[in-house]
């Protein structure tokens, strides 16, 4: 609203400048410095939140207030000439800069966080663990694996809380789905959320050294097309799950022994081991649902729009091979409009279409329709603009409103499988039988 309103009054100005015949120094001067003060004054009430959004727009408006005010003390000694078109030109450069200053707020506008519905506060801490058994894959210098994770949990509570670990998308970070954290912390959980380091967009290591997705591991997406060549994503498959399911074991494993070995920790002691449930999107989820087959001290696992990459086994006359044993433990699949329709097509998502026919006891499958693929992610709150542009097509359903139905289904998922809830399990699996059979019967 702040850009919009400083375009109107540098049209006005050119207007007004133009009626009168005169380039009207003085106002101009006056609206540069009002400019400053006005983003000065909104800041400081808290109107608009500080930060990065506004720096380049203060600076071009600092920078144009100083110019504007030199050339008044200087114009005092002769009249500057009125030229209708320099004074549009000029007009027009300076809101192209306004603009081009303002994208920050445009594709990062403020918004306000979803309320949790817990009865917990929540507090945050970031971990880095190192995995000594791990040489780096992308790193040339080598080194054992490193890794950030973050924890969301109850603050000042009593007790034992199950733990969640999350694995971001392709080019995620650890706070992706910060909603969804914070709406689990607040009902009782401990959230892990890793950074698989050179996989996620940034991260940054115990040393203050910023680290950013990997050139050839992008190169590695851009080039993976299952229907044209499946050998060779069965090979970037394989090569992706290696190192993602290997850190979420270690994540687990580590957190265990901090847990075992410190139970009056602030965070670790919080934590109970014996229940664990794992949640994912996008690549991430593949990796969830690795873990999934790996461990069988998991009590569930979450896939948000997410192929079964970690089973599949092969490749046998132009078809991918899928693990054919049961999934282990309960798996709730869940989908937006990005992929929905096209489930079908896409051979890497064989084995999501084998489960929707119901037959696996444990798998549910849910259709959040109205959205796509990274509005299941906080990108679609903390950025529509690029949400939109990434997902291709637009969305019915507002941000708010996908998060908020994306945390109660998990909540109530992990709430019935991981915390064993009796009531909660029943109204869970009634539900949710009852989608799954209506959602297989549109794949006949």
């Known amino acids: 609203m702040t850009v919009y309103f400083l375009l109107l009054l540098e049209a006005a100005l050119m207007v007004y ?25 909104l800041a400081g009430l808290f109107v608009i939140e500080w930060g990065f959004r506004y720096y380049a727009l203060a600076f071009i408006l600092m920078a144009s207030a100083v110019v504007h005010i030199v050339r008044l003390i200087r114009s005092e000694r002769s009249k500057p000439e009125f030229r209708r078109t320099r004074i549009i030109l000029r007009s027009v450069g300076m809101s192209a800069l306004i603009l081009i200053a303002s994208l920050p707020a445009i594709v990062f506008p403020e918004y306000n966080p979803l309320p949790t519905t817990g009865e917990y506060q929540i507090r945050s801490e970031v971990k880095y663990f190192t995995d000594e058994s791990r040489m780096e894959t992308y790193n040339k210098q080598g080194g054992a694996r490193t890794l950030t994770v973050e924890f969301w949990y109850p603050e000042n509570a009593g007790g034992r809380f199950p733990l969640v670990v999350f694995s971001h998308g392709a080019f995620g970070i650890r706070a992706s789905n910060e909603t969804l954290f914070q709406e689990l912390a607040s009902h009782g959980y401990v959230v892990c959320s890793i950074d698989h380091t050179y996989h996620c967009l940034y991260t940054t290591d115990a040393n203050g050294k910023s680290l950013r997705s990997d050139g050839g591991y992008m190169s590695e997406l851009r080039g993976e097309n299952a229907k044209q060549d499946k050998q060779n994503s069965l090979e970037l498959y394989k090569k992706w799950m290696d190192i993602r399911v290997a850190d979420i074991n270690f994540v687990i494993d580590a957190v265990a022994a901090y847990t075992r070995s410190d139970p009056s920790d602030k965070l670790y002691g919080l934590i109970n081991i014996e229940k664990i449930g794992v949640i994912g999107h996008s690549l991430g989820g593949s990796a969830a649902l690795g873990i999934g087959r790996l461990r069988s001290d998991i009590g569930a696992v979450i896939a948000l729009e997410a192929p079964f990459l970690y089973d599949i086994l092969g490749v046998e006359n132009d078809l991918f091979v899928f693990e054919n044993a049961e999934y282990p433990v309960p798996v709730l699949n869940v989908y937006s409009d990005s992929s929905w329709t096209h489930l079908a097509q896409w051979p890497q998502y064989a084995q999501n279409v084998r489960m929707l026919s119901g037959q696996n006891k444990n798998a549910y499958s849910v259709h959040i ?40 289904i998990c909540l109530s998922f992990f709430n019935c499988f991981v915390k064993n809830e009796t009531l909660e399990a029943m109204n869970f699996v009634g539900l949710y039988r009852l989608s799954l059979r209506s959602i297989a019967a549109s794949f006949q």
Do not use: F, M, W, Y
């Open 369 to 408: 329709e109205g959205t796509g693929h990274l509005s299941l992610t906080d990108l679609s709150l903390s950025s529509p603009v690029l949400t939109r542009i990434l997902n291709g097509h637009s969305s019915s359903v507002t941000p708010e409103d996908c998060l908020t139905q994306l945390n109660e």
């Open 17 to 41: 400048r133009i009626k009168i015949k005169s380039t009207q120094r003085k106002a101009t001067a006056a609206l540069r410095g009002g400019s400053v003060l006005l983003l000065a004054v």
